[in-house]
C-alpha cells in the first residue's frame, strides 16, 4: 500500500511538471525553425527550375507563410488546440498520418536498441563487479571502452559488411522484405532479421555506459551495511547480488536510461538513413531538406512527447523499486 501511495504522489508531481514543458517546448520548437533561412515555396520554386514573384506570392498564401510569426504561432497553437498538427506542404496530407506511418517503426527500432544496451550492458556491468580487478573484468573494460569510441554510424556500416555483405545472415537495409507475403511466424522472422543490425548499431555506443555505471554502482552498494547485514544472515551470493546489490544499483541505469532516449531518438535519424529505416528520422531528414516545417514540427513535438513519458515511466519505477524515494 505504501509503494502504491508512493507511485501515486510520483504521478502527481510528474502531471504537474509535463505539462509547462510540453507548452515550452513547442514554443521554442517553433521560433527556432523561424530563424532557419528558407521555406517550402523557395524549395518547390528551385524544383520546378524557375518562378515569378506571384507564383512565389501565390505558394507562400496558400501554406500560411506570408502571415506574421506570431499570427503563424497562433494558428500553429490553434491546430494544436483542436488536436491537428496541419498539414504537409510537401506530401499535401495531414502531418500526423504521415507521423503516424512512421512512428511504430521508429518506436521498435528505439525499444530494441535500449533493450539491447541495458541487457548487455547491465550484464557485463555484473560480470565486471563480481570479479573486479581480474581477467573479466579486465577484457570488458576494454571491450566496453571500444564500444564507446566507435560512431554508430561506423558500426552500422562495418555491420552490413560484415553480416550482410560477406556472411549474408541480415539484410543490409529496410525493415521488411517487399512483396515477400510473408505471414505468422516467417513474418515475425524477417522483421527481427531486417531490425538486428540497426538496433544493434543504435545501441553499442549505450552498451558501453550502462556497463560502467553498473559496475560502479554494484561496487559502491555492495559496501553499504544492508548487504554485509544478508550475508550474516545467511543468504547465498547469488541472492546478495541478485536481490539486495542489483535491484539497487539499477536506480542510476534507469535514470540514464530515461535521460538516453533523446540521444537514441537522435541517433536514429543516422541510422535509419544508413540502414534505409522507414521512420520518423528519415521523416525529419525530409522535411529539413524541403523545409517543411509543419511535418518537422510535429516530428519535434512527437519526440519530445516520448522523451518526456519515458522519464514519467523511469520516475514511477523508481518510486517502485526503491522505498526511500517519496514525492517532493
Known amino acids: 500500500m505504501q509503494r502504491f501511495h508512493r507511485v501515486q504522489a510520483s504521478l502527481k508531481r510528474i502531471a504537474l511538471h509535463a505539462l509547462p514543458t510540453m507548452v515550452g517546448i513547442v514554443i521554442l520548437n517553433f521560433c527556432l525553425l523561424q530563424m532557419v533561412p528558407g521555406d517550402a515555396a523557395d524549395v518547390m520554386a528551385a524544383e520546378s527550375g524557375a518562378a515569378t514573384a506571384e507564383t512565389m506570392a501565390q505558394l507562400r498564401a496558400r501554406f500560411g507563410l506570408d502571415r506574421s510569426v506570431p499570427a503563424q504561432l497562433f494558428a500553429y497553437l490553434d491546430n494544436l488546440a483542436h488536436f491537428s498538427l496541419g498539414q504537409s506542404a510537401r506530401y499535401r496530407a495531414p502531418v500526423a498520418d504521415l507521423i ?7 518506436l521498435l527500432l528505439m525499444c530494441a536498441a535500449l533493450a539491447m544496451a541495458v541487457a548487455l550492458g547491465t550484464a557485463a556491468g555484473v560480470a565486471m563487479s563480481v570479479w573486479p580487478g581480474k581477467w573479466v573484468d579486465h577484457a570488458l573494460s576494454v571491450a566496453v571502452l571500444l564500444l564507446y569510441s566507435m560512431p554508430g554510424f561506423w558500426v552500422g556500416l562495418m555491420a552490413v559488411v560484415v553480416f550482410s555483405v560477406h556472411l549474408g545472415w541480415f539484410p543490409s537495409g529496410g525493415s521488411q522484405t517487399l512483396g ?6 516467417a513474418w515475425w522472422q524477417d522483421r527481427l532479421a531486417h531490425l538486428a543490425l540497426p538496433a544493434l548499431a543504435l545501441s553499442t555506443f549505450f552498451v558501453a555506459i550502462y556497463a560502467r555505471l553498473t559496475r560502479a554502482s554494484m561496487l559502491e552498494v555492495s559496501r553499504h551495511d544492508f548487504v554485509r547485514t544478508a550475508a550474516a544472515k545467511g543468504l547465498s551470493p547469488l541472492a546478495i547480488q541478485v536481490r539486495h546489490v542489483l ?20 541517433g536514429s535519424v543516422v541510422i535509419e538513413t544508413v540502414f534505409g529505416w522507414p521512420g520518423m528520422g528519415t521523416l525529419a531528414t525530409e522535411a529539413v531538406l524541403a523545409r517543411d516545417y509543419p511535418v518537422l514540427l510535429g516530428v519535434l513535438l512527437l519526440a519530445s512527447l516520448v522523451v518526456i513519458v519515458a522519464n514519467a515511466l523511469i520516475d514511477l519505477l523508481h518510486a517502485w523499486l526503491d522505498p526511500r524515494i517519496e514525492a517532493r
Open 100 to 106: 503516424a506511418a512512421r512512428l511504430p517503426t521508429t
Open 180 to 185: 515477400a507475403g510473408l505471414q505468422g511466424l
Open 247 to 266: 535491484r539497487n544499483a539499477l536506480i542510476p541505469v534507469t535514470t540514464m536510461a530515461g535521460l538516453h532516449l533523446s540521444h537514441l531518438l537522435g
